[in-house]
């Protein structure tokens, strides 16, 4: 490419005789040059930056990816799961350490630098703040970071942050059948995120959140120390299980609980269209499905189903069940307390725990389940995702209104998640996670396309149907889930954030909790080196 710019070049000098060469392009030759100079240039800055802060023996090969590198394309698409993002502004490097050593260099590094500092376990951040930024930026991707080392005897497990929720379920179940872990369904999500913004799944009403069952955690602070509880304290241990670990360092390690779980769990699937009382039936499942008993989860997906093409798109809705026990002890409760759903034996199957986790990831469960181990899978749509928070059941009226809207848009899904259990028993300030004991359920919302030119039209609908339900979910404020992450609720200025800004999405996220992340990320991180579109603010003397 630089030769055919310079041979097009040297043809317009040499028809000087007719025509002086244009001053503008050769301006622009020469900035062009000038540009490859000084990026080459950086780039060799940073790459002898990067290895005097390493021990010798310590590897520097296959860690640094500049844009010009041949694997720099494939590993940034690697993990981008949101094709919304594909094209927007990339990282100067990659770099995908092996060890702490490299990340506590790419750190260092990075500020001597002036570049900001992105970090990517599996990619799932629903605004892509894991891999693009509006500043110069370097992403950390984990991937390499991944063991997992579990010890049944004492019931815990050590997880790199860059292992996904699948590979760490793989491992667990390798090693014991009747141990689990309590976090997501999909399991290309990595630990890090996952963890470090609360994390729930289909045990969390019995065991609680992902970050609820953490011990202890390693991490580089923004000095490049080594972190962990003891030596990072009580109030930052605090705030990286739930508040988002990225606003303060890099997490790298997670030390978990592992729970126990039965031999045997069931399952049941539900589907009712509106035509078939689907509006009664989630009325009354916003009434008793948090004061089910802790073994029980029934959450509510409402989708758009097209029966035949003689007819109208309709709304569904599907009541799943995860139930940690026998198909007996299942069908004495549900038929008790939910006999509308028509449940009955025929409708139950009871499997592992295991099992479980690849049917509610969408795999059948007579397959291995060696295909947790796939961190490849790559979307190839774009989405939104927003989130709400259910004190007190909409009325009939809200959810016909509701239904109304859902049928526009056939790719649009909402879930709707029970709450209750031992998340009612968890002090809402346990954990920067503070949704607890006052809510019914959460509500996720998502809507997916695949052309780029429907962006507009899609999150626009997006956007009108969170505002037709303002009137029927929690206020003051407005309850969201950070793992949800979700930009229309505010974004940080750069570089001067201050707290009333960071408030408007903050106290969404955190209520009364945000405070006191704030109070931690100004002693953890006073210069907000660990600054993203929404990283919680330092606080600033006027």
Request: hydrophobic share 35%.
């Amino acid at each position: 490419m630089v030769g055919k710019i310079t041979r097009a070049y040297e043809r317009e000098v040499k028809e000087g005789d007719v025509k002086m060469a244009s001053p503008k392009f050769g301006m622009s030759i020469l900035f062009f040059f000038l540009c490859i100079s000084f990026c080459s240039s950086t780039d060799q800055s940073f790459q002898q930056c990067f290895s005097s802060h390493l021990p010798p023996s310590n590897i520097t090969y296959d860690v640094i990816f500049t844009q010009n590198s041949s694997q720099y394309s494939s590993i940034l698409q690697s993990s981008i799961r949101n094709l919304r993002f594909s094209n927007a502004s990339k990282p100067r490097y990659l770099v995908t350490p092996y060890n702490e050593d490299h990340i506590q260099a790419t750190i260092i590094c990075s500020k001597e630098h002036h570049m900001h500092v992105r970090v990517r376990s599996g990619g799932h951040d629903y605004e892509g703040l894991s891999y693009i930024s509006d500043v110069p930026f370097i992403v950390i991707d984990l991937f390499h970071i991944r063991s997992v080392m579990v010890d049944i005897k004492n019931e815990y497990a050590w997880v790199g942050a860059g292992a996904t929720l699948g590979e760490l379920y793989y491992s667990i179940s390798a090693k014991s059948n009747v141990h689990g872990f309590p976090a997501g369904s999909c399991p290309t999500v990595g630990v890090g995120g996952h963890i470090s913004g609360g994390g729930f799944g289909t045990i969390f009403r019995k065991y609680g959140l992902a970050a609820d069952n953490v011990i202890d955690a390693k991490m580089i602070d923004v000095n490049g120390n080594v972190l962990d509880r003891k030596s990072m304290g009580e109030d930052l241990f605090w705030a990286i299980r739930g508040g988002g670990g990225a606003s303060f360092g890099v997490i790298f390690s997670w030390k978990l609980k592992l729970v126990r779980v039965p031999l045997t769990v069931t399952v049941f699937k539900t589907v009712k269209s509106l035509e078939q009382g689907a509006t009664k039936l989630v009325q009354k499942w916003q009434n008793i499905a948090y004061k089910f008993h802790h073994d029980l989860f029934v959450h509510a997906v409402i989708q758009v189903t097209n029966p035949n093409s003689n007819q109208n798109p309709t709304v569904q809705v599907s009541f799943d069940c995860l139930f940690l026990g026998t198909t007996e002890r299942l069908l004495s409760s549900i038929q008790r307390s939910f006999p509308e759903l028509g449940v009955t034996q025929e409708n139950c199957t009871e499997m592992s725990w295991i099992q479980s986790v690849l049917y509610f990831a969408g795999y059948s469960i007579a397959e291995s389940a060696d295909v947790l181990l796939n961190r490849t899978t790559q979307s190839t749509q774009s989405f939104k995702g927003k989130s709400d928070y259910v004190k007190e059941a909409i009325p009939k009226t809200g959810l016909e209104g509701l239904f109304k809207m859902v049928v526009e848009e056939e790719t649009s899904v909402l879930i709707l998640t029970p709450y209750g259990g031992r998340m009612k028993q968890i002090k809402s300030s346990a954990t920067p996670f503070p949704y607890r004991s006052e809510y019914l359920y959460g509500i996720q919302y998502m809507i997916s396309w695949d052309v780029a030119e429907e962006t507009g039209k899609r999150i626009g609908w997006m956007r009108r149907l969170y505002k037709y339900m303002e009137p029927y979910v929690s206020t003051a404020p407005r309850a969201a889930y950070f793992n949800y992450r979700d930009l229309d609720l505010g974004r940080n200025s750069y570089p001067n954030t201050s707290y009333v800004e960071s408030s408007e999405w903050g106290l969404k996220y955190f209520n009364h909790n945000f405070n006191r992340l704030v109070r931690v990320k100004t002693l953890a991180d006073p210069h907000n080196f660990f600054w993203n579109e929404q990283s919680i603010p330092v606080l600033r003397l006027e």
